[in-house]
Protein backbone atom coordinates (compact mmCIF):
# COMPACT_ATOMS: atom_id res chain seq x y z
CA UNK A 1 0.00 0.00 0.00
CA UNK A 2 1.00 3.49 -0.89
CA UNK A 3 1.51 6.44 1.41
CA UNK A 4 1.64 9.77 1.14
CA UNK A 5 2.43 12.26 3.97
CA UNK A 6 1.60 16.14 3.28
CA UNK A 7 3.53 18.43 5.47
CA UNK A 8 3.80 22.12 5.52
CA UNK A 9 0.79 23.49 5.34
CA UNK A 10 -0.22 26.41 7.98
CA UNK A 11 -1.35 29.77 8.67
CA UNK A 12 0.39 32.81 6.65
CA UNK A 13 -0.79 36.08 5.89
CA UNK A 14 -1.59 37.44 2.10
CA UNK A 15 1.11 37.91 0.01
CA UNK A 16 3.24 35.43 1.85
CA UNK A 17 4.99 32.17 1.28
CA UNK A 18 4.52 28.55 2.27
CA UNK A 19 6.04 25.01 0.62
CA UNK A 20 4.17 22.38 1.23
CA UNK A 21 5.71 18.54 0.84
CA UNK A 22 3.97 15.11 -0.21
CA UNK A 23 6.51 12.38 0.90
CA UNK A 24 5.55 8.90 -0.82
CA UNK A 25 6.57 5.49 0.06
CA UNK A 26 8.00 4.86 -3.27
CA UNK A 27 10.02 5.73 -5.69
CA UNK A 28 8.50 8.58 -7.86
CA UNK A 29 11.15 8.78 -10.62
CA UNK A 30 9.15 7.05 -13.69
CA UNK A 31 6.63 8.46 -15.61
CA UNK A 32 3.83 8.55 -13.14
CA UNK A 33 1.37 11.35 -12.38
CA UNK A 34 1.27 13.44 -8.86
CA UNK A 35 -0.39 16.65 -8.24
CA UNK A 36 -1.72 18.66 -5.43
CA UNK A 37 -5.21 19.19 -5.19
CA UNK A 38 -7.32 21.84 -2.58
CA UNK A 39 -10.62 21.99 -0.95
CA UNK A 40 -12.38 24.79 0.50
CA UNK A 41 -15.30 24.32 2.39
CA UNK A 42 -18.62 24.02 0.44
CA UNK A 43 -16.56 24.07 -2.54
CA UNK A 44 -15.46 20.99 -4.94
CA UNK A 45 -11.82 19.53 -5.27
CA UNK A 46 -9.68 21.51 -7.74
CA UNK A 47 -6.54 20.47 -9.29
CA UNK A 48 -4.09 23.03 -8.45
CA UNK A 49 -0.77 21.67 -10.06
CA UNK A 50 -0.23 18.62 -11.44
CA UNK A 51 3.48 17.03 -12.88
CA UNK A 52 4.78 13.82 -15.16
CA UNK A 53 7.50 12.79 -13.27
CA UNK A 54 10.52 11.76 -15.11
CA UNK A 55 10.60 14.94 -16.97
CA UNK A 56 7.49 15.38 -18.16
CA UNK A 57 5.56 18.52 -18.01
CA UNK A 58 3.64 20.47 -14.93
CA UNK A 59 0.22 22.10 -15.28
CA UNK A 60 -1.58 24.49 -12.72
CA UNK A 61 -4.65 25.89 -12.37
CA UNK A 62 -5.26 29.43 -13.61
CA UNK A 63 -5.93 31.03 -10.08
CA UNK A 64 -2.19 29.44 -9.53
CA UNK A 65 -0.20 30.22 -12.18
CA UNK A 66 2.63 32.61 -11.87
CA UNK A 67 2.34 32.48 -8.02
CA UNK A 68 2.46 28.34 -7.58
CA UNK A 69 5.35 26.31 -8.34
CA UNK A 70 4.98 21.93 -7.97
CA UNK A 71 8.33 20.30 -8.04
CA UNK A 72 9.80 17.23 -7.24
CA UNK A 73 13.07 15.63 -5.50
CA UNK A 74 13.14 12.07 -6.93
CA UNK A 75 16.48 11.18 -4.55
CA UNK A 76 13.64 11.70 -1.71
CA UNK A 77 10.64 10.81 -3.34
CA UNK A 78 9.39 13.75 -2.39
CA UNK A 79 6.73 16.61 -4.20
CA UNK A 80 6.67 19.91 -3.50
CA UNK A 81 4.06 23.08 -3.80
CA UNK A 82 6.01 26.54 -3.34
CA UNK A 83 3.15 29.02 -2.59
CA UNK A 84 3.63 32.35 -3.09
CA UNK A 85 2.40 35.75 -3.17
CA UNK A 86 -0.71 34.13 -1.44
CA UNK A 87 -4.30 35.19 -1.28
CA UNK A 88 -7.26 34.81 0.88
CA UNK A 89 -8.18 32.44 -1.82
CA UNK A 90 -5.92 29.71 -1.63
CA UNK A 91 -7.64 29.27 2.48
CA UNK A 92 -8.41 25.70 1.84
CA UNK A 93 -7.13 21.62 2.74
CA UNK A 94 -4.21 20.46 0.57
CA UNK A 95 -3.83 17.08 -0.55
CA UNK A 96 -1.32 15.56 -2.59
CA UNK A 97 -2.53 12.49 -4.86
CA UNK A 98 -0.52 9.98 -7.38
CA UNK A 99 -0.92 7.66 -9.65
CA UNK A 100 1.54 5.07 -10.34
CA UNK A 101 0.72 4.18 -13.45
CA UNK A 102 3.17 5.17 -16.54
CA UNK A 103 2.33 7.29 -18.82
CA UNK A 104 3.13 8.10 -22.16
CA UNK A 105 1.95 11.83 -22.62
CA UNK A 106 3.78 14.15 -21.41
CA UNK A 107 1.20 16.24 -19.19
CA UNK A 108 -0.90 14.90 -16.40
CA UNK A 109 -4.92 16.19 -16.31
CA UNK A 110 -5.99 17.80 -12.87
CA UNK A 111 -8.65 15.70 -12.66
CA UNK A 112 -9.29 13.96 -9.08
CA UNK A 113 -10.42 10.85 -10.80
CA UNK A 114 -6.81 10.69 -12.81
CA UNK A 115 -5.32 10.19 -9.49
CA UNK A 116 -5.78 6.41 -6.91
CA UNK A 117 -3.83 7.51 -4.14
CA UNK A 118 -4.08 10.44 -1.59
CA UNK A 119 -2.69 11.80 1.21
CA UNK A 120 -4.18 12.70 4.51
CA UNK A 121 -4.07 16.60 3.48
CA UNK A 122 -2.66 19.58 5.17
CA UNK A 123 -4.25 23.03 5.91
CA UNK A 124 -3.22 26.07 4.81
CA UNK A 125 -4.94 29.31 5.97
CA UNK A 126 -4.20 32.79 4.34
CA UNK A 127 -5.27 35.47 6.54
CA UNK A 128 -5.90 38.99 4.62
Known amino acids: QVRLVESGGGSVAAGGSLRLSCAAS????????MGWFRQAPGKEREGVAT????????YYADSVKGRFTISQDDAKNTLYLQMNSAKSEDTAMYYC?????????????????????WGQGTQVTVSS
Open 97 to 117: AADFRVRSGAYCSPLASGFNY
Open 26 to 33: RATYSKYC
Open 51 to 58: IRTGGGSA
